[in-house]
């Protein structure tokens, strides 16, 4: 039976476009059951059908918890085994994290634990490093602070700024992104104990995956 899996995007959701175009193609075997936004207007939601959308503004709610609970509720429905973060602008409180424990992960524009928190590029840029790159992980109460799963890596050239690198970054976050779910919804990647095990065995350390997704196991 095909993975379920639930994304939670904020913008235009191109990598969201990048695992529906991996379903399309048979590389992935899973469905979107639903899309769910923080922002009506999100390009994102129009990626897919009317009825798996849902979107709801923060403010229009008593308090955060009264928001994510109503979004958890909306995401529980769709019964999903995974749910994705994939350029969600908010940081999720502890309720709603802990009620997905072990099935939330994030795709996250750096090489964490480095560069935390948003303006990624440009952190990188500011720091010196001669490399970047993105990370898919485990989401947690902390930001950005659940195990990785899996990182690829771009250079940082000279001259680069932000935008040029977020480009670079961008074009590795697709495939990064797909193969990590190939894994997660084929079973041979499990969370267990707060711990990742590939095939039965401890991950130690992050998969390092090339630039067309492929991590050599």
């Known amino acids: 039976m095909s993975a379920r899996i639930a994304v ?3 913008g235009r959701g191109s990598n969201l476009q990048a695992v529906l175009d991996a379903i399309a193609a048979g590389r992935l075997d899973a469905q979107v059951v639903g899309v769910f936004s923080d922002k009506p207007d999100a390009a994102a ?3 897919v059908a009317a009825p798996l959308r849902w979107s709801a503004r923060p ?3 008593a ?3 009264d928001y994510e609970q109503a979004l958890g509720d909306a995401i529980a429905a769709t019964a999903p085994d995974w749910i994705l973060c994939a350029g969600y602008m908010r940081i999720l409180g502890a309720g709603i994290v802990q009620r997905f424990a072990g099935r939330m992960i994030n ?7 480095r560069h935390k928190g948003l303006h990624t590029h440009q952190q990188a840029i500011d ?6 790159g993105a990370s898919v992980h485990l989401v947690t109460a902390e930001l950005d602070a659940g195990a990785v799963i899996a990182q690829s890596r771009v250079p940082v050239l000279p001259g680069d700024d932000a935008a040029v690198l977020a480009e670079r970054v961008l074009a590795i976050e697709h495939p990064l992104l797909v193969a990590c779910l190939q ?8 969370e267990q104990d707060g711990k990742l095990q590939l095939d039965g065995h401890t991950l130690f350390s992050p998969l390092t995956l090339d630039s067309a997704g492929r991590h050599g196991i």
Do not use: V
């Open 63 to 65: 308090s955060r918890s």
């Open 127 to 132: 720091a010196g490093d001669a490399e970047h």
């Open 45 to 47: 939601l129009q990626r």
């Open 183 to 190: 894994l997660l919804c084929s079973g041979r990647l499990a």
């Open 107 to 113: 795709i996250h524009p750096s090489l964490l634990p």
């Open 59 to 61: 403010r229009d709610f």
């Open 8 to 10: 939670l995007a904020s």
